[in-house]
């Protein structure tokens, strides 16, 4: 199993950044994916799911900001984040409910004020 994250960087208050989890070795359409991230001397904490049926759930922090969706074609699941806040810098990482937890690697996004 392979959960790959891309598309973190360095990005002004206001911005937009699109974040993508490209995945292998999992039957990724019957798969909830889940992007958590983890700012620095925090918790990790989930900031959005998708079930396999495309429903989605956000955390309130995020809620009309972030949206996750999933290409089932493509084995991957976005988080496209718009109106970026300083508070937003964390490494995000997704996620799979997959046979236990399956977990990538992590991509950083830094939002400066």
């Known amino acids: 199993v392979q959960l790959q994250a891309s598309g973190g960087g360095l990005v002004q208050a206001g911005g937009s950044l699109r974040l993508s989890c490209r995945t292998s070795?999992?039957?990724?359409?019957?798969?909830?994916m889940n992007w958590y991230r983890q700012a620095p001397g925090k918790e990790r904490e989930l900031v959005a799911f998708?079930?396999?049926?495309?429903?989605?759930n956000y955390a309130d922090s995020v809620k009309g900001r972030f949206t996750i969706s999933r290409d089932n074609a493509r084995n991957t699941m976005y988080l496209q984040m718009n109106s970026l806040k300083p508070e937003d810098t964390a490494v995000y990482y997704c996620?799979?409910?997959?046979?236990?937890?399956?977990w990538g690697q992590g991509t950083l996004v830094t939002v400066s004020s």
């Open positions: 996620n799979a409910w997959y046979r236990g937890d399956q």
């Open positions: 070795g999992i039957t990724f359409k019957i798969t909830t």
């Open positions: 998708i079930s396999s049926t495309g429903s989605t």
